[in-house]
C-alpha cells in the first residue's frame, strides 16, 4: 500500500517497492558467505541449542543438514525445526517502524496490531530508539522506562540477549526492572519459607539413586519425558537412559509409579505406569484429604516432624477442622472437591506411607490462583511421610527441568557478558529518583502497572507502587506469548507511548510494538555454551554456521551500536569483538577448572568444538540437613522445614496464610464458579514440539503437529460426540476474555470436562480491535490474568474456563506468521 505524506521525519529515506520486499528469504545477505568464516562446500560445524547440540553441514553459506551430536544418544525430534527457525517467511528482515507512531505527531491516533510498519535504515533505527531513551528519562525519569525482562532467550553465554539490553540501557539511565518468572512464581516465592530455597531451580537427588531406592515414585502433575527434551543450556538428554530403566522397572514391578493427573501424559503413556486421575486445580483438597488419613490413622513419621520441623500442631488443628473455616478436611470433603472418591483417598495416603516414596512434582499447579498452596502442601505431604532428605524418598520440584538428576562434574561453566555497569563508567542520565513508585515489579504484573499506574498492590510481605511506564524495551523475548488475556494487553497497551522489540522473527511481541530491530538467529554467530546446564557435563563451541540473513544483527553489534549514540560504545565492549570475547570466557573457564579439570588451549577447542569434563557424581537433596540439622539449617527463618509459617503469617494475608490451606477459585470447572457460563476446563501446559513459543515459526515441524494448519486441542471422545466434533474438525475456543480458532485432535487420553491448548501457540488476531478471533490458537486469548496471591503475585494461566463449539462458516486464515504489511512512504 501506498501514503502520501505532508510531513515526516527528517531524513528517512523513499525506497522503491522492490527493495521493500527484498531478496529471496534463503539468501544471505549479498548472497555471500564471509571467507572469513572459512566455511568450505559441504563443512561441518558444531553448536548448541535449547534442544540440544547437534552438528550442521553447510555448502554455499547455507545449512543443508543437520544431525544429532553424538555424545547425545537420545535426541529430540524437534532438531527437525532448526532450518526452519533460520529460513521461514516470519524472519525480521529489516529495521522496521510502525507508521501510525511515525506519523503520531501529524494526529493519527495508534492502532497497535494493525501490523503496518515502514522499512527504515539502521541508523535511523537507532537514532529514533536513543531519541525516545532520551525523551523517556527527561520527560518521566527510570520510571517511565520498563526493560525488566523474563524468557528463554536463545542459548549461548555471550550473545545472551537480556545481558546486552540491561548492559546498554543501564548505561543510558535507570529503568523499571521485574522480578519473578512466569515459569515457577508461585514456587520460587513460597518454598524460601518452607524449604529455604526456590528448589524450582536446584539441583535434586540423582536419578540413579531414586533408581535403586524408591519403591514409590508419584508423578505429580509432572510429564518429564515431554518437558526434558528442552534445557535453559544445551542439554546432554543422558536423563533418557533414566527413563528407559525405569520403564523396565515398572515392568518388573520393581517400582511402583503412578502419575497424578487429569489427563494421560506422555511420560504415562511410555512408562506404561498407573494414573490417578484428579479434577483440574484442586490437588491441595487431595492432598488435605491424605494428610487428614495420615493424621486419623498414626502412619506419619512423628520423629521426623518432631526433629526436622516446625508449625505441625497448627496445620493439623486447620486439617481437623478445629480452626478456620471449621471444616475437617476428610476424605469425604475432599471427593467433592477433588472427584477421586473418599476410599481411593485413603487408599492413597496408606500406599505412599507403606513404602520410600519419591513424590515429583511438576510446575504447572503453582501457575495457578493459589499456586503457593500446592507446592507447600507437597511439603508436608513429604514431611509426614519422613522421607526427606532420603535417596529416592521425600519431594522433588525440578526432576522434569534441564537434565537435572544427571551426575553432577563439579565443573565451572564459562561465564557470560557482564549486565552492569562497569566500575568507574557513569551512565548518562544518573536520575535514580523514581517518585515513590517501586523500581522493581513481580513479572507478571507488568500490564496491570501499564494499566493502573500508582496503584498499590501487596508482594511477598512488601507493598509496590505501580509505576507509571511509557516505553517498553523487549529484548529476544515474546510476552505477547507468555502473558494471559491478550484483549486486556491491547487495551493496555494504548497506555504505552512507544515500545521497541529486538528479536529475529514477527512474533506478536513484535507486531504490537513500534520500532523493531532485527536480530539474528544464534546459528549466525559465534558463541560458547555450557553442556548440560546442571551435570556440567562439557563445554560446547557453539560455531557459527551462516551469516546473519538480511540485515539482521548480533545483538552485541546492535547495542554497540546504540551506545555510539551516547559516546560509551567502547566502554559497552569493553573494545573487544565477538571472537576475542568467547575466547575470553572460554580461557576463563579454563582458568577456574585448572588443577581440576584440564582443559585444551582456545585453539584446539574451537576446532574440535567441545570438550568433556568426564563422568560426574551423585547428589541427595537435604541430606546434610537430615544428617545434622543444626550444622546443615536450611535457609527458612527457623533452619527448619516450616510447616506454619510465622512470617507469612504476619503478612496478614487473604490468600496466603501461616499454613497451607484451601481456597476456591474465582473459575473452576466440575460445578465450581463459572462453570456454568463456560463448563470446560482449559490446560495450557507445556508444549511437546517446541520451547513455549520457540519453533512454533518453523514451517516443517509446525506441519507434524497442525491440524489444518492451527493449534491442537485436545478433546474428550464423549464431549466430541457431543458437539458434533470429530479429529480434523475447527473449533472456535472463547469466553468472556476472548475466542480462538483450534483444530480439533479428539483422544481418550484426555477426561470428559477437559480440554487441553499448548501454550506457546503463536498469536494471529483476525485485527487490532478488542475481542478479535484468533486465527491460530493461542490459549492466552482466553487465559485470566490475575496473580497467584498477594505473596507471590504470579501468573495464573491455569485458571481458565471455556466452552468450545465446532467452527461454522468460512475460517479466516492463519496470520501469525507473515510478518508485517509494508508501507511505502512517498
Avoid at 566455511?39 to 534442544?51: E, L, P, Q
Avoid at 521497541?500 to 530491530?517: E, G, P, Q
Avoid at 476474555?737 to 483476525?766: C, K
Wanted: glycine content about 10%.
Amino acid at each position: 500500500m501506498s501514503i502520501t505524506r505532508r510531513t515526516f521525519l527528517k531524513g528517512l529515506f523513499t525506497t522503491s517497492a522492490s527493495a521493500v520486499i527484498g531478496p529471496s528469504l534463503l539468501a544471505p545477505l549479498a548472497n555471500a558467505q564471509s571467507a572469513t568464516d572459512e566455511i568450505v562446500n559441504g563443512a561441518w560445524r558444531t553448536t548448541g541449542s535449547h534442544w540440544g547440540a547437534f552438528r550442521a553441514r553447510v555448502g554455499g553459506g547455507e545449512v543443508i543438514e543437520v544431525v544429532p551430536f553424538s555424545h547425545d544418544k537420545h535426541p529430540t525430534h524437534m532438531l527437525e525445526g532448526i532450518k526452519g527457525l533460520i529460513y521461514n517467511p516470519s524472519r525480521v528482515r529489516y529495521p522496521m517502524v510502525r507508521l501510525d507512531w511515525l506519523k503520531r505527531n501529524e494526529g493519527w491516533q495508534t492502532t497497535r496490531g494493525d501490523n503496518r510498519f515502514v522499512r527504515v535504515t539502521w541508523e535511523q533505527a537507532l537514532d529514533l530508539f536513543y531519541s525516545e531513551l532520551e525523551r523517556v528519562q527527561k520527560t518521566y525519569g527510570p520510571s517511565g522506562l520498563l526493560a525488566g525482562q523474563t524468557g528463554w532467550r536463545q542459548t549461548g553465554q555471550f550473545h545472551s540477549c537480556t545481558t546486552h539490553m540491561q548492559r546498554a540501557l543501564a548505561m543510558h539511565g535507570t529503568f523499571v526492572k521485574k522480578i519473578g518468572d512466569y515459569s515457577t512464581g508461585a514456587g520460587q516465592t513460597i518454598m524460601p519459607y518452607v524449604l529455604g530455597s526456590t528448589e524450582v531451580y536446584a539441583q535434586q537427588t540423582s536419578w540413579s539413586l531414586v533408581l535403586e531406592h524408591a519403591e514409590q515414585i508419584i508423578f505429580w502433575a509432572n510429564d518429564p519425558v515431554k518437558n526434558a527434551q528442552v534445557g535453559w543450556q544445551c542439554p546432554t538428554h543422558d536423563v533418557y537412559g533414566n527413563f528407559e530403566q525405569l520403564k523396565d522397572k515398572i515392568a518388573e514391578k520393581k517400582i511402583r509409579v503412578i502419575s497424578v493427573d487429569p489427563v494421560v501424559t506422555k511420560t504415562q503413556n511410555y512408562l506404561n505406569c498407573e494414573h490417578q486421575y484428579i479434577n483440574p486445580q484442586t490437588d491441595v483438597p487431595f492432598m488435605l484429604g491424605i494428610a487428614h488419613t495420615l493424621y486419623k490413622e498414626d502412619l506419619y513419621d512423628k520423629e521426623f516432624i518432631k526433629v526436622y520441623c516446625l508449625g505441625f500442631e497448627g496445620f493439623v488443628d486447620y486439617v481437623m477442622g478445629k480452626t478456620k473455616d471449621k471444616v475437617e478436611k476428610t476424605p469425604e470433603w475432599a471427593e467433592a472437591l477433588c472427584g477421586i472418591p473418599a476410599d481411593k483417598i485413603r487408599d492413597f495416603a496408606r500406599m505412599m506411607a507403606s513404602k520410600r516414596t519419591q513424590i515429583m512434582f511438576g510446575w504447572c499447579i503453582q501457575r495457578q490462583q493459589h499456586g503457593e498452596q500446592p507446592y507447600w502442601m507437597g511439603a508436608v505431604i513429604a514431611s509426614m511421610l519422613g522421607g526427606i532428605g532420603l535417596p529416592g524418598g521425600g519431594i522433588s520440584y525440578a526432576h522434569h527441568y534441564s537434565g537435572i538428576g544427571e551426575p553432577v562434574t563439579g565443573a565451572a561453566g564459562p561465564g557470560g557478558f557482564p549486565r552492569n555497569v562497569d566500575a568507574g563508567v557513569t551512565p548518562i542520565h544518573t536520575n535514580v529518583d523514581f517518585k515513590g513508585y517501586s523500581s522493581t515489579i513481580p513479572v507478571a504484573r507488568w500490564i496491570e502497572a501499564i494499566e493502573e499506574p500508582g496503584k498499590e498492590i501487596n508482594y511477598n510481605g512488601n507493598k509496590v507502587k505501580l509505576p507509571p511506564i511509557k516505553m517498553v524495551v523487549i529484548s529476544g523475548n515474546n510476552p505477547w506469548h507468555h502473558h494471559q488475556d491478550h484483549n486486556r494487553m491491547k487495551k493496555a497497551y494504548y497506555n504505552i507511548e512507544t515500545a521497541v522489540t529486538i528479536d529475529f522473527a514477527w512474533t506478536a511481541t513484535c507486531r504490537f510494538s513500534d520500532i523493531v530491530l532485527p536480530a539474528c538467529t544464534q546459528f549466525e554467530r559465534n558463541d560458547i555454551d555450557l553442556y548440560g546446564a546442571y551435570s556440567a557435563t562439557g563445554v560446547l563451541a557453539m560455531h557459527k554456521l551462516v551469516d546473519p540473513l538480511f540485515q539482521s544483527r548480533t545483538d552485541f553489534e546492535i547495542f554497540k551500536g546504540l551506545t555510539e549514540h551516547f559516546g560509551l560504545d567502547k566502554e559497552y565492549s569493553r573494545d573487544m569483538t565477538e571472537m576475542q570475547w568467547v575466547k575470553k570466557l572460554y580461557d576463563e573457564c579454563a582458568a577456574a577448572n585448572k588443577g581440576k579439570f584440564e582443559m585444551p588451549d582456545f585453539a584446539t577447542f574451537w576446532k574440535d568444538g567441545y570438550v568433556s569434563f568426564g563422568e560426574g557424581s551423585t547428589f541427595v537433596r537435604h541430606q546434610a540437613f537430615r544428617r545434622d540439622p543444626e550444622l546443615n539449617p536450611l535457609g527458612t527463618p527457623s533452619g527448619f522445614i516450616e510447616i506454619s509459617s510465622k512470617k507469612i503469617g504476619s503478612y496478614n494475608y487473604p490468600h496466603c496464610q501461616e499454613h497451607p490451606m484451601w481456597f476456591e477459585k474465582a473459575e473452576r470447572s466440575h460445578g465450581g464458579p463459572g462453570s456454568k457460563a463456560h463448563p470446560f476446563w482449559l490446560q495450557s501446559c507445556h508444549p511437546n514440539s517446541r520451547l513455549h513459543s520457540q519453533m512454533c515459526e518453523s514451517p516443517a515441524l509446525r506441519a507434524t503437529y497442525a491440524v489444518q494448519g492451527r493449534e491442537p486441542a485436545y478433546i474428550n471422545p464423549v464431549d466430541a460426540k457431543a458437539k458434533g466434533i470429530k479429529t480434523g474438525d475447527l473449533i472456535r475456543v472463547y469466553n468472556d476474555r476472548g475466542q480462538l480458532i483450534a483444530g480439533a485432535v479428539v483422544s481418550n487420553d484426555f477426561p470428559q470436562g477437559v480440554i487441553r491448548i499448548q501454550e506457546g501457540a503463536w498469536y494471529g488476531p483476525t485485527g487490532s480491535e478488542i475481542g478479535a478471533i484468533d486465527t491460530y490458537g493461542d490459549p492466552n486469548t482466553v487465559t485470566l490474568d490475575i496473580g497467584t496471591s498477594e505473596l507471590a503475585q504470579a501468573c495464573s494461566a491455569y485458571t481458565c474456563l471455556v466452552d468450545y463449539e465446532k467452527f461454522k462458516g468460512k475460517a479466516p486464515a492463519v496470520n501469525s506468521f507473515d510478518g508485517p504489511t509494508y508501507v511505502k512512504i512517498n
